[in-house]
Structure formats: C-alpha cells, structure tokens
C-alpha cells in the first residue's frame, strides 16, 4: 500500500480492504443534495460536450465516468491530458458539493495532478471523495481509472481545493 492510502490500484480509491481506504461518513448539510448535485451537473456544458455522465453520488463522493472517443485523444491516441484531469477536477467539485448547503456554489480553488499511466482503455472514471470538509474550502482527492476489458489502470491523481460560493 502507499504512503497515501490509496492502495491496491486495481481496486480503487475506495477499497474496503484496508480501513484507512475507508471514506469518512459525512453528513450532508442539504438532505436533498444528491438531486441538486445531479441537476447541477446536467447544467454543466463542458461535460455534455466530452460526453461525460455523472454515474454515482453520496455524502462526500462522486464519480464521473466518460466513454472512450478518439476526438478526445492527443497526438498518440490517449486521452488527453486535459480531459483527464477536467473529468477529475469535476468529480472533486461535486465531492465538494454535495456537503454544501443548498443555497452553495462551488469552484476550483486550486489543484495539483499527477498523470500515472497514459489514458488508455475502453472508459474513464474520476472517483472523487472529501478528506476535509469546511465552512468556505473543502480539501478533495480523485483518482482516475481507465477500463480496458477486465484490465484498471490507474491514470491520474488529483489533490484539490474546492470554494463554497454563496448563491
């Protein structure tokens, strides 16, 4: 396992295997924030342009899952790099979000990724969960896979700081 918790990488961010991979249980400000999460993405332009889907969403977790096309490559046919860490960069603000009350928007404050692996496979998912929520910022990690078969590969992680605006 790594020095960050991540663990086996095969099974993801959230592997049950280790208790320190275990998200933390928080509660939502807003007892309707899975809808205003999902209605909040569908407005999200940049992810119906990439074809993005937000597939999953909980108390401080969200994952974005995109399906492979070869317009969103670069020069090598991988999934370019900036694609990679927008479908990050989302699923962490959603993370974010979702602990949010509901009269809350929200932004990138800043972010760090590491790009692991070409972006390589069939689909993609950023699985997004909160380490530390706050009143204003709210630190987030991602991680994003890429599916080839039954093969994962672990592409990109991300560390970020979300922004609650007052809407």
């Known amino acids: 396992m790594s020095s960050l918790g991540f663990g086996d990488s095969r099974r993801g961010l959230f592997s049950r295997r280790h208790p320190e991979n275990r998200p933390m249980a928080f509660e939502p400000r807003d007892p309707n924030y899975a809808q205003r ?3 909040n993405f569908a407005r999200q332009t940049v992810m119906t342009l ?3 889907e937000l597939t999953e969403v909980g108390p401080g977790t969200c ?3 995109l399906p492979f096309r070869p317009d969103l490559c670069q020069q090598n046919g991988y999934v370019h790099a900036g ?3 927008t479908l990050a960069d989302t699923a962490c603000g959603y993370a974010a979000f979702s602990l ?3 009269d809350s928007g929200v932004v990138s404050v800043e972010f760090k ?3 692991l692996a070409p972006a390589i496979g069939e689909a993609f ?3 997004a969960r909160v380490d530390r929520p706050g009143r204003t910022l709210t630190v987030v990690r991602a991680e994003v896979l890429a599916f080839q078969g039954e ?3 672990e592409v990109a992680l991300m560390q970020a700081t979300m922004i609650r605006l007052a809407v």
Do not use: Q
């Open 37 to 39: 999460v999902r209605d």
């Open 50 to 52: 990439i074809g993005a």
């Open 63 to 65: 994952t974005v899952r």
């Open 83 to 85: 694609i990679t860490t």
């Open 100 to 102: 949010m009350p509901a």
């Open 113 to 115: 990724i590491n790009l």
């Open 125 to 127: 998912e950023a699985r």
């Open 151 to 153: 093969r994962i590969t």
